[in-house]
């Protein structure tokens, strides 16, 4: 019985972070207007993939070392920093679509397993998913907890993430609402790149 509440505290503590707004979401809205549903479905995998590397250095005592050195952690931060800026950076590049290269050309979009490496890092690089793990992991899992019991934990919290942005990927990618974004052409992507830009370097700010 101890087990299942503290399951269910690790589920309701988990939607509140995955629901919450941060580079995960970004980047799946990103997907969702500029790239389409395929590639915003794949970053949302990837996306629950990378939960599986915060779970991991967690359970073998890494994330403690992390956030005991402030060396480490800055250095995550910024690489982690960096990557949303450089696809920030893209994004605010983007340049107007005009009729004749809408017949000749048609939109790039990322490969599955371009769109997959894309939400592994933005989520694998983020070090408030370490801090969050780390807490999780020492506050609200027991250490007497078996470590295949905390696996499964991980598991589902990677799993839970993957469909929870998915569910979201589908609801962005709906005709009448990508629509809306998509009859800005590049103005949108260009908003988005400034979100993830802002993320960046808040990221980078923080201490």
């Known amino acids: 019985m101890n087990l299942w509440g503290e399951f269910l505290t690790i589920v309701v503590v988990h ?29 949302s995998i990837g996306i ?37 800026l450089y ?5 605010l590049h983007a340049q107007p679509t005009t009729p004749e290269t809408q017949q000749t ?14 939400g592994f890092l933005t989520n694998a690089l983020n070090p408030k998913a370490t801090l969050f793990f780390l807490a999780l992991f020492s506050v609200v899992i027991n250490h007497t907890t078996p470590l295949s019991i905390q696996l499964g934990y991980g598991i589902y919290m990677a799993g839970a993430t993957a469909l929870w942005f998915c569910g979201l990927s589908l609801v ?31 990221l980078a700010l923080t201490k």
Do not use: C
């Open 15 to 43: 939607l509140l972070a995955v629901a919450s707004p941060g580079p995960d979401f970004a980047m799946v809205l990103r997907q969702s207007i500029v790239a389409g549903r395929r590639p915003a479905l794949w970053t």
């Open 172 to 202: 962005l990618t709906q005709h009448r609402i990508r629509a809306i974004f998509t009859r800005f052409g590049h103005w949108t992507e260009r908003l988005m790149g400034s979100l993830l830009i802002a993320l960046g370097l808040k």
């Open 87 to 91: 696809i920030g950076w893209k994004s």
């Open 105 to 118: 050309t048609a939109a790039p979009q990322p490969s599955n397993a371009q769109a997959l490496r894309i």
């Open 48 to 84: 629950g993939t990378g939960i599986l590397i915060h779970v991991a250095y967690s359970l073998l005592g890494l994330g403690l070392i992390i956030s005991q050195s402030i060396l480490l952690f800055n250095v995550i931060k910024l690489i982690g920093a960096t990557y949303l």
